[in-house]
């Protein structure tokens, strides 16, 4: 890359390598497999769930640093054996690092920006962990070696800045004064471009200095965010390295910015992108991501030809800061980190897409090079001539002030060059901005002549002082317990210690007393707990209203604390506790990430992700995790991942006072289709108003969007609390993140199955109406009446033993749904109401009864008549294998009905629903019902339908016949032959007794399937003890035996029936007379 690099004359195209890591602990647990593999420098990605279309793509580099490394003694990660295929971070140095080193050295500006969801390695390339060094730190040791050797020949000046850019506010990292409300201003200069007025740029002459500053802007990072914990998905890093290189005998200077950017998860972008939220453009905190995206969509359609009209660089602060490096003026190279897993397919392949796109970005970079002597000279004339301009305004006043204005209306627009040249410019500007430009030219001058040694003597003062810090608080960890954040973001844990010395000391938001030690976080009280170390043993006692969780359990009592013990103070202000030295041994610490807290968390909620397999091997205990679905496994970590931000948006409901309370909800948990399979399974929040019950679900991606709306609205209460801004009106209400509009909520579902409809029995039934949770939320009482073209209901003779007869005929049926009892929605709050829909086989939409408010057993008293005019082997098979699935909708006051659309749906004259449209395609009505054509028609197909049905008779008759002339040869056997083959059914008399055997049959294996679901859902609860176990066993024994009996005495009445039947038979036919 060097090569190429220094080379390319004209356009620099972005250089795009992508990385994939190891599988992380999640992942290896849940058995993951690895979708990623790579040739060269092609990688291609497999979809799994579709193994036909793996997906490849070509980059600059592709780093597999997934497999065959091993970790030698000082914890370095290395191939495994010498020229092995593993990337370690020596090899993307080599490739990516020395060329944006070389870039630099020859005056260029070069970016490096690291791409991809949370946890994908973005930071284990950029920063690195522990001795595995990334790009950043290697960067600044080999570019002050460069400097070193290069020392004879030029002075060069280096500047470490370091910002975070967190809901389109800048934060600096490196800022020793208090933060300032709103963030830094992204200010613009013709020769600069953006940048961030005010950013502390901190001299430094070693790689030490420059670490020590990454150090202590993490923790800055870490400590920053208000009330939330700091979480770099959230926000984007960047680290601006400017190296100013002075050769003296030249009289030339070199500049180049180097910017090094770790951006927020990619998923950001993806999560409030996809889903249909009321408020999704509402929010900035995605702003500069999204941006990002399309500025990069733009470069990519200009490198291929397109005409783009605009880049919208300005749309957001990231774009700006970054436009030199987006088809401007500078070498840029992005690096998209890789899962490896199944789970992360998703989000792999967007951020594939998304490199795809960067790598076309054309840039232009040019050595930033200017005669250092004459630079000066310039400005001190520029500066004469501000001066004389601004003296000349003073006399003439206003009038000078309106020329000046009406001129910049007139050719502002069509000013460029950055030195715009004097005259020019000094008849353009108003007085308050020739002032400007004079301090500003001024501090450029001061900046060009001011001795370097001079800042770097007081940097490196600065410097020994955080040294000192740092030193004496190595000393304490060797003295004293402590307790260690834990962060969502591995990169951001372990920044925070906050020690136990001997005593008592108050825990909380609270530092008024010298014995106090004092966090910030949602859900910290002013007091929040009492840490007493009392000889060498450390307790934590919570003060009355506070949340306390340690080793994932609330404490309301004082608890001795174990070394290692896991704490959450608050919502969600994560903790490991660090035992006296004596106590800590060698024990690996790193296992207690941010996952463990949670998953120990949720354990201690009943979630786990052994129950959640249970729930799908049917209680199969063989069944490990490791043959989990991926989307089983994706719930349970959506539930981990959610967990504490529910924890949060509760914090901030009631610190807020808008009196809604979130819970987690699995959805379809015990849910399943028409043909009885699982409904997969996801995450959703109910969302429950706390003073007049109103019920919300929201999908996981509405709730992760709005809770970045609510963390907003949140530090904006916070802002104006502190008197730091001005106080906002109340938020209206359609722009409330807490707030939505009411809507009907699925409570559940029943299923009728629609087996007897095969078979022309009718079905009356008392159906379990299921919650997602298993709960059973009302009993419907329902029938399936098949009927004739009127609407009456066929009796037994029209029973049918071989459903196959039904084929090309017409079928009649009626669904009715009588009464609803029990509805447990309408228990809990009266002034709600209920609906039920359904969608019949291939319905075009779904259709509901109407609304009934108010009543725990409302009548429903529905009738509706389906018809297939042809039956079809499609809808044959239907009901022999699927049930009609009927939804109980939950309507809340204020909220509208559904209403059955008709859109699409067909009917016969005469008001019945035409189903089986594949059957009736050639004769349905589509023509205008009351035309002449259309009575011929209907006519025709009558006399059609007659036909067949004789047809069909005549076939069955003459079938009959045969049979029983081979059988009997008696006159008298004919007679009755004859005499019991009347009417269109023509059945003898044993079937229909058969078809009344088969009836009786399906009823009861109805109470079968049912009792089959009961058991399914029959488990243990999660903390139950050993008493409480054997109390499962014997239930459950209960159900198995109730279950045995059922189905025994089903098949044995069956068989009972059948063998009656064949005894009457053969007595009829004479073989045992
Ligand atoms: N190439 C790698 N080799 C070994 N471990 C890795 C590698 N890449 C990432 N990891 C590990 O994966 C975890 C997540 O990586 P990292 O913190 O870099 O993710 P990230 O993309 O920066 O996430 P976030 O968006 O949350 O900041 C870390 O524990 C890190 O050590
Ligand atoms: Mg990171």
Not at 379 to 385: I, T, Y
Not at 424 to 452: D, V, Y
Not at 588 to 603: I, M, V
Not at 867 to 888: K, M, N, R, Y
Request: charge should be neutral; hydrophobic fraction near 35%; charged fraction near 25%.
């Amino acid at each position: 890359m060097r090569a190429k690099g220094a080379e390319m004359p004209g356009k620099d195209c972005v250089k795009v390598a992508v990385r994939v890591r190891p599988f992380n602990k999640r992942e290896r647990d849940a058995g993951g497999r690895c979708i990623i593999s790579m040739a060269s420098s092609t990688i291609t990605i497999q979809d799994p769930r579709n193994s036909q279309s793996p997906r490849s793509f070509c980059f600059d580099y592709a780093y597999w640093s997934h497999s065959g490394f091993t970790r030698d003694c000082s914890g370095l990660y290395i191939p495994e054996e010498p020229g092995g295929r593993y990337a370690d971070q020596g090899s993307v140095f080599q490739d990516l690092g020395e060329g944006i080193l070389e870039n630099a050295l020859q005056g260029y500006n070069a970016t490096l920006l690291a791409y991809g969801q949370t946890g994908s390695g973005k930071s284990y390339s950029m920063v690195g962990y522990g001795p595995n060094k990334g790009l950043v730190p290697t960067l600044s040791d080999k570019l002050f070696q460069a400097i070193k050797a290069n020392q004879d020949s030029r002075q060069c000046q280096v500047f470490f800045s370091m910002l975070e850019i967190y809901n389109e506010q800048v934060v600096d990292l490196l800022s020793r004064g208090s933060r300032s409300p709103g963030g830094l201003r992204v200010r613009e200069e013709q020769q600069r471009g953006f940048y961030v007025e005010g950013l502390r740029r901190v001299p430094c002459d070693s790689a030490p200095q420059v670490e020590q500053l990454m150090e202590q802007g993490t923790r800055m990072r870490t400590t920053a965010t208000t009330h939330m914990n700091a979480n770099s998905s959230r926000s984007h890093m960047l680290i601006i390295l400017q190296l100013k290189q002075i050769f003296s005998e030249e009289s030339i200077t070199k500049q180049s910015n180097i910017n090094l950017v770790d951006l927020a998860g990619s998923e950001r972008q993806r999560v409030s992108g996809s889903e249909a939220d009321r408020l999704k453009e509402g929010t900035a905190i995605n702003l500069s991501l999204t941006t990002l995206g399309n500025v990069i969509s733009a470069l990519a359609d200009v490198a291929v030809g397109k005409k783009v009209v605009h880049i919208p660089y300005r749309d957001s602060v990231l774009t700006k800061l970054l436009q030199s490096a987006l088809g401007g003026n500078s070498r840029t190279v992005m690096i998209a980190a890789l899962s490896p897993a199944d789970i992360c397919y998703e989000e792999s392949i967007s951020t594939l897409r998304y490199a795809e796109r960067a790598k076309r970005i054309q840039n232009r970079a040019v050595v930033n090079e200017s005669p250092t002597e004459r630079l000066v000279k310039e400005l001190k004339a520029e500066n004469a001539r501000l001066l004389q301009r601004l003296s000349r305004l003073g006399q003439e006043g206003r009038r000078a002030e309106d020329e000046t204005s009406r001129r910049w209306k007139e050719g502002g627009q069509r000013m460029k060059p950055w030195r715009w040249g004097a005259v020019f410019m000094l008849l353009l500007l108003c007085p308050e901005e020739l002032r400007r430009l004079l301090t500003h030219n001024e501090l450029q001058i001061r900046a060009i002549q001011t001795l370097w040694e001079q800042h770097l003597q007081e940097a490196l003062k600065d410097w020994e002082q955080q040294y000192a810090t740092i030193t004496q608080e190595r000393r304490m960890m060797q003295m004293h317990p402590y307790i260690l954040n834990i962060n969502e973001d591995t990169q951001l844990s372990g920044v925070v210690k906050l020690f136990i010395q001997e005593g008592e000391w108050d825990i909380g938001l609270s530092d008024s007393s010298p014995r106090s030690i004092s966090i910030r976080g949602l859900g910290i009280q002013d007091r929040h707990a009492v840490f007493s170390n009392v000889q060498r043993r450390v307790y934590l006692t919570p003060l009355a209203g506070s949340n306390v969780i340690v080793n994932g359990t609330p404490i309301s009592q004082k608890t001795e604390l174990q070394h290692l013990d896991r704490l959450i103070l608050g919502s969600n202000s994560t903790y490991l506790f660090i035992g006296y030295p004596s106590e800590r041994g060698g024990d690996d610490w790193s296992r207690y990430d941010y996952d463990y807290f949670q998953s120990e968390l949720a354990a201690a909620e009943g979630i786990n992700l052994h129950s959640l397999c249970e729930e799908q091997t049917q209680g199969d205990s063989s069944a490990v995790p490791s043959q989990t679905d991926p989307s089983l496994l994706a719930v349970f970590y959506d539930y981990i991942k959610l967990m504490p931000m529910v924890a949060e948006a509760n914090q901030m409901s009631q610190e807020l006072h808008k009196g809604v309370e979130f819970k987690l909800e699995i959805k379809n948990l015990a849910l399943s289709d028409s043909k009885g399979h699982d409904l997969e399974k996801e995450i959703a929040v109910r969302v429950t108003s706390l003073e007049n019950k109103q019920v919300w679900l929201w999908s996981k991606a509405k709730f992760v969007n709005r809770k970045f709306l609510m963390e907003e609205l949140y530090q904006q209460h916070h802002t104006e609390r502190k008197g730091e801004g001005a106080a906002r009106a109340p938020m209206p209400r359609d722009r409330d993140p807490f707030w939505d509009p009411l809507e009907p909520l699925l409570l559940g579902s029943a299923h009728l199955w629609l087996q007897s409809l095969a078979f022309r029995i009718a079905l009356e039934e008392q159906l379990e109406v299921l919650g997602s949770e298993g709960t059973e939320e009302a009993i419907l009482q329902a029938q399936l009446l098949p009927c004739s073209p009127t609407g009456l209901t066929l009796g037994e003779d029209d029973i049918l033993i071989d459903p196959s007869e039904l084929l090309g005929r017409r079928l009649d049926f009626q669904l009715v749904l009588d009464q609803c009892c029990g509805l447990r929605w309408v228990q809990q709050a009266r002034n709600r109401g209920v609906q039920i829909g359904f969608r019949m086989f291939d319905s075009a939409q779904p259709l509901y009864t109407p609304a009934v408010w108010h009543n725990v057993n409302p009548l429903l008293d529905q009738r509706v008549h389906f018809t297939s005019l042809h039956t079809s082997q499609g809808l044959l098979e239907h009901l022999q294998t699927s049930a009609l699935v009927l939804e109980l909708w939950g309507l809340q006051e204020g909220c509208r009905d559904m209403v059955s659309s008709l859109e699409g749906v067909r009917m016969t004259p005469e008001g019945c629903f035409i189903i089986d449209q594949a059957g009736a395609t050639e004769t349905a009505t589509t023509v205008d019902p009351g035309s002449e054509l259309s009575c011929s028609l209907r006519a025709l197909q009558q006399d059609v339908e007659e036909l067949r049905n004789t047809n069909a008779a005549l076939k069955t008759e003459n079938n009959t016949l045969r049979d029983q002339l081979n059988t009997t040869k008696t006159g008298a056997e004919w007679g009755r032959g004859r005499s019991e083959m009347r009417g269109s059914s023509l059945r003898p008399s044993c079937d229909a007794e058969f078809a009344r055997a088969l009836k009786v049959f399906y009823h009861s294996m109805t109470s079968v399937r049912v009792q089959l679901q009961r058991l399914r859902r029959h488990r243990p609860s999660e903390e139950s003890d050993l008493l409480g176990l054997r109390l499962f066993v014997d239930e459950q024994g209960g159900l198995l035996r109730d279950f045995s009996e059922l189905l025994e005495q089903s098949v044995s009445s069956l068989k009972q029936d059948v063998a009656a039947i064949v005894r009457r038979k053969r007595e009829r036919s004479g073989i045992w007379s």
